[in-house]
């Protein structure tokens, strides 16, 4: 029933700029932490941002001064903001949230992924 749909992936050259959007929909109670994930090939997935429900922010080391996350509650949606873009960033971007689908229940939920790919 909870759903994450992500969008704003593309193709960019290096030092170019992309914004992707994540919107969490379907039976919620409350929404927590929220956050981006990145898998590029041969290589397991790691942390680009997370963000709070107080917004408070955490960034990977490799996105550290590049990259921006944002959310807007009213609108049940995550943002990130990819700056000064590198080949290195080239990866499928996946959407995560833990949600609360009742006071007492809560979950992790993944997006379907969203291909980035940045052209030297």
């Known amino acids: 029933q909870v759903q994450l749909v992500e969008s704003g992936g593309g193709l960019v050259q290096s030092g170019g700029s992309l914004r992707l959007s994540c919107t969490a929909s379907?039976?919620?109670?409350?929404?927590?932490?929220m956050g981006w994930y990145r898998q590029a090939p041969g290589k397991q997935r790691e942390l680009v941002a997370t963000i709070t429900s107080g917004g408070s922010t955490t960034y990977g080391a490799s996105v550290q001064g590049r990259f921006t996350i944002s959310r807007d509650n009213a609108k049940n949606t995550v943002a990130l903001q990819m700056n000064s873009l590198k080949p290195e960033d080239t990866a499928v971007y996946y959407c995560?949230?833990?949600?609360?689908?009742?006071?007492?229940?809560?979950?992790?939920?993944w997006g379907q992924g969203t291909q980035v790919t940045v052209s030297s």
């Open positions: 995560h949230s833990v949600i609360g689908t009742t006071p007492m229940r809560f979950g992790n939920y």
């Open positions: 379907g039976s919620i109670f409350s929404i927590n932490t």
